[in-house]
């Protein structure tokens, strides 16, 4: 008959060496298995003495207490053993440094609209809009442009329908008009926006971006445009001093016409804006036709204004020496990288404009 206290050493010595949970499995089947040591015993029963048989029984049970304690103890050991294991793999360590995920930049255009806004509230400026898809009416006709005027013609204009009754806005001029109607003088507006042609080379994009100024009040003068235009461009380029010139010019809304120029100078293949003997066109500008104040239910003899047209896209890549205009639409983030603002630098003509 198996000696019970020999084979008792014999599984707690097996238990000794176990060192991982699947041997432990393995092991229980050897002794609690169908044939398993242990389970033997229970068959050895069968051919003990009678009166024997009882205390067997009970010696046999105590022992196998014994064995499944200790199974349930090691694999207690060995749960714990485990999860403390993965804590450790897991263990983010939150004074390490951060790694270099790519960040979101503000593009160009998004800046210079931002700077724009800021230096022309200092002015009194308020910002207006307009929707992307006009009428031909709000872009052109109330505009005073005649209806054979080129600016129509099927080339240059994006129209959207048989009628050409729609179309997307050839300028945010439209804006002047949409602003006028709605409201009452005095008006003093800029609208940044998209502006759409048949256009596309290296200073030409089928979209691009203009700002829109108007001021319309009872005692409005063109040397009022020009104040303006010289606190917003010295603004701009941040300089203190900017050389500009007004070059007689025309647009059908507005009566007399400018394009404004302003010096530069090239050194080193480096452009320097506001001094030099060299002139840059800028923006388009005038006093504002009668017949679009007219049209926008302004009356002409009691209120007189300005506007001009001024193109951003141009102004970022003066300012920031971008000379490719597609490059700022074709989404490369690597360009983006390297031209884009931070979120967080908001423009302020406080805490400066660009840095
Ligand atoms: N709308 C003109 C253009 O797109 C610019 C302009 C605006 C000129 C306002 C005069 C006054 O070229």
């Known amino acids: 008959m198996t000696d019970l206290s020999t084979l008792e050493q014999e599984i707690f010595s097996g238990f000794a060496n176990i060192k991982s949970k699947t041997e432990l499995e393995n092991f229980k089947i050897e002794i609690l298995g169908k044939k398993g040591k242990l389970s033997k015993l229970f068959q050895d029963l069968a051919t003990i003495e009678k009166d024997k048989k009882k205390e067997f029984a009970s010696e046999i049970n105590i022992l196998k207490s014994k064995v499944l304690d200790k199974f349930q103890n090691l694999t207690n050991q060995f749960d714990q053993e485990e999860l403390e294991k ?12 951060g790694t270099n995920r790519p960040q979101g930049k503000v593009h160009p255009v998004s800046q210079v609209i931002d700077e724009l806004t800021s230096i022309f509230a200092e002015l009194g400026f308020s910002v207006a809009e307009g929707p992307d898809v006009e009428n031909e009416y709000n872009n052109f006709t109330a505009l005073n442009t005649p209806p054979n005027h080129p600016a129509r013609d099927m080339h240059d204009t994006f129209y959207l329908d048989e009628s050409k009754n729609l179309l997307l806005r050839t300028h945010t001029s439209p804006v002047q008009i949409r602003t006028m109607l709605n ?24 979209m691009f971006h203009q700002l829109e100024g108007l001021y319309v009040d009872q005692n409005v003068t063109m040397a009022d445009l020009r104040g303006c235009l010289d606190y917003f461009l010295k603004k701009f380029f ?3 001093e900017i050389k500009m010139r007004f070059r007689p010019s025309h647009f059908p809304f507005t009566e007399p016409s400018a394009e404004v120029d302003i010096g530069y100078e090239l050194k080193n293949g480096k452009i320097t804006i506001g001094q030099g003997d060299k002139w840059l066109e800028i923006l388009g500008c005038g006093m504002v036709h009668p017949n679009v104040l007219k049209n926008a239910k302004v009356d002409p003899s009691k209120y007189q ?7 951003i896209d141009r102004l970022a890549m003066l300012k920031y020496g971008i000379n490719d205009l597609r490059s700022f639409f074709e989404s490369d983030v690597r360009w983006l990288e390297h031209f884009g603002f931070n979120a967080n630098d908001v423009p ?8």
Do not use: M, W
């Open 86 to 97: 993965k804590l450790q793999d897991q263990t983010v360590d939150v004074t390490l440094p």
């Open 183 to 206: 409201g009452k003088p005095p008006f003093k507006i800029i609208a940044p926006g998209r502006t759409y042609r048949c256009d596309s080379d290296q200073t030409h994009t089928p």
């Open 238 to 240: 941040e300089v203190d």
């Open 305 to 311: 204004g300005y506007a001009f047209g001024v193109g």
């Open 348 to 355: 302020s003509n406080y805490r400066g404009l660009s840095r």
